[in-house]
């Protein structure tokens, strides 16, 4: 990670695996040729070898970007936790001096690791239910792969290809306003939590816990 003050890293490899597991859906950036591309997948993350873990996700047999998956290049893939805007006005200090400014909170993981593409039926089929299984966990009724005709299932498989990428590097950056004081991360945390909307109370509550677990 480019740009990451110390108060802000975070290293802590559950920490950084919770995130992911929260927050499946990642950024994967590729390099394509001479080009950069990047596509927006779900990914399981997997033990891996070293202990760091594996992704394995899955894109269009269609979508290109497989093909630049393999040999000794690196890929980037990112995960993005919660985010916020906090304005200065819930600041105690800005009444006080007026030292403030606008910033923006948020969690946000990068992993590191050479891709592979992956083809193999056998492989895909178990992906896609276990893939399946993690974001159906919390339906009433949840569906399974078998619950769809085998032949429908073959084919669509087909049309898909697997990515895995072994991790060779993870890194973490949450930045929750720890450069602020206790009274001014509490202001912001009340003022997150009072505009009431999903992404704000997330925030203040990841703030909240950071507090408590810094």
């Known amino acids: 990670m480019w740009y990451s003050p110390p108060p802000f890293e975070e290293t802590r490899l559950p920490v950084l695996h919770e995130l992911i597991r929260r927050h499946p859906f990642g950024t994967l950036v590729v390099l394509a040729g001479s080009e950069l591309a990047a596509v927006h997948i779900p990914f399981l993350l997997h033990p891996g070898p070293g202990g760091l873990g594996t992704l394995r996700g899955h894109v269009a047999r269609a979508n290109q970007v497989w093909k630049h998956c393999g040999g000794s290049a690196e890929a980037l893939a990112i995960f993005q936790g919660p985010e916020a805007y906090i304005t200065p006005s819930w600041y105690p200090g800005k009444q006080a001096d007026g030292r403030v400014v606008p910033t923006w909170n948020y969690a946000v993981v990068h992993v590191h690791g ?100 810094p």
């Open 114 to 213: 050479s891709p592979r593409a992956i083809t193999e039926p056998s492989w895909l089929h178990e992906h896609v239910s276990q893939l399946s299984a993690a974001q159906e966990a919390g339906q009433p009724k949840p569906w399974q792969v078998s619950d769809a005709p085998p032949e429908y299932i073959a084919r669509l498989i087909h049309g898909i290809v697997g990515i895995e990428i072994p991790i060779s590097k993870i890194e973490g950056k949450w930045k929750l306003s720890q450069n602020h004081s206790r009274a001014d991360q509490l202001a912001v945390a009340a003022g997150l939590e009072s505009e009431g909307t999903e992404d704000a109370r997330a925030m203040a509550e990841l703030m909240r816990q950071r507090m408590k677990n």
